[in-house]
């Protein structure tokens, strides 16, 4: 078997998933925060006094019973679009009207409803005649009508097609469950590739999904913020999906989450070139390491930094791309949202 044949393709409809949560909980120090009146997540949460050099103390990051500050740190360019979708984020937390509500899962704990309201499950019919859907991405809610999600997952494959509905608010996605008290499912009225998506080289691999109507905000279900900077987050990041926990696991279709950290761009570049795959800084994010990665049935989940006050809010850093078909056995490859910032601001809010 030729060594490239062990990349996880991206049709499989899956890419990668982690085993275990454990370890400091990355909601709270090196947080993506807010410092200043800005309102761009360009800081980190540190201890009082922490910041490094150049770096101001500025206000606390909003987070319950952590002592952090905010700390501002330089960025390496100025944003490329974003001010659109950093309107939606501020009008998400006038919703919100405060940051109590906002406790993310501490480490070790299993996922509850509302622990990240954003998370789209795509469902599937089998083009076989079976009407039962099958739940084979996901995705992440950023408006009240869109999903971001990956290229892939958005054409589908041979046997299953394109999604025809997304499921807000579930922690148990399965081909025989129901729609839950805290769930909410819509159909899919209209899918939309990325232009530049290109199937054979997996690249600009990112779609939005327009659904029928509006989804009901609740404490369950709430649209992500989109994170607009040319920089990465400092720390790590953190995926939940309902991918498997490892390789040949059969828990698919219980969402779960892992922390991740994010892994120089050279080092991933060296790793997917013995394999004969290109990847592109400026659209990719890689992610993970020994043990803790992505895994099949992931596909399309998004990658995300936790950003404090003034937001309270999810961050969407990347979106599941591809992989090696042995889960936690190297990085993983994540479309970076920021890059395609203008095509999903004009797609979901329009030109103005």
Not at 27 to 50: H, I, L, M, Q, Y
Not at 95 to 108: E, H, L, R, Y
Not at 110 to 117: A, S, T
Request: glycine share 12%.
């Amino acid at each position: 078997m030729a060594p490239h044949s062990w990349l996880l393709a991206a049709l499989c409809l899956g890419a990668a998933r982690a085993v275990v949560f454990e370890g400091g909980d990355p909601f709270r120090e090196e947080a993506v925060c807010a410092p200043g009146d800005s309102g761009r997540p360009s800081g980190a949460c540190k201890p009082p006094g922490a910041c490094p050099a150049g770096g101001k103390d500025a206000a606390d990051c909003g987070l319950p019973g952590a002592d952090l500050r905010c700390c501002a740190l330089p960025t390496s360019s100025p944003p490329h679009g974003g001010e659109r979708s950093r309107r939606a984020c501020r009008e998400f937390a006038k919703a919100k009207q405060s940051c109590d509500n906002f406790q993310p899962p501490a480490a070790g704990s299993e996922v509850r409803p509302g622990d990240f309201p954003y998370f789209a499950g795509l469902g599937y019919k089998t083009k076989s005649g079976n009407q039962k859907t099958r739940w084979h991405c996901g995705g992440a809610l950023i408006s009240e009508n869109f999903v971001l999600t990956a290229a892939h997952c958005a054409r589908g494959s041979s046997s299953t097609g394109s999604p025809d509905k997304v499921r807000l608010g579930g922690v148990s996605l399965s081909e025989d469950a129901g729609v839950g008290a805290d769930e909410q499912e819509l159909d899919v009225a209209e899918i939309l590739v990325h232009p530049a998506y290109n199937a054979s080289s997996v690249s600009n691999n990112i779609a939005l999904l327009r659904l029928s109507g509006n989804a009901q905000l609740t404490r369950a279900v709430q649209p992500a913020c989109l994170f607009p900077e040319a920089q990465l987050p400092v720390g790590r990041l953190v995926l939940a999906g309902h991918g498997a926990r490892s390789t040949g696991a059969n828990d698919v279709g219980t969402l779960s989450k892992v922390d991740l950290p994010v892994v120089p761009f050279e080092k991933c570049k060296e790793i997917y070139e013995q394999f004969h795959k290109n990847i592109d800084q400026s659209t990719t994010v890689c992610a993970g390491e020994k043990g803790r990665d992505a895994c099949v049935g992931d596909s399309g989940a998004p990658i995300v930094a936790k950003e404090g006050a003034p937001t309270c809010n999810y961050q969407i850093v990347g979106i599941t791309s591809f992989g090696f078909r042995q889960c936690g056995s190297q990085p993983a490859v994540y479309t970076k949202v920021q890059a395609f910032l203008p095509w999903i601001e004009e797609t979901v809010w329009g030109k103005n």
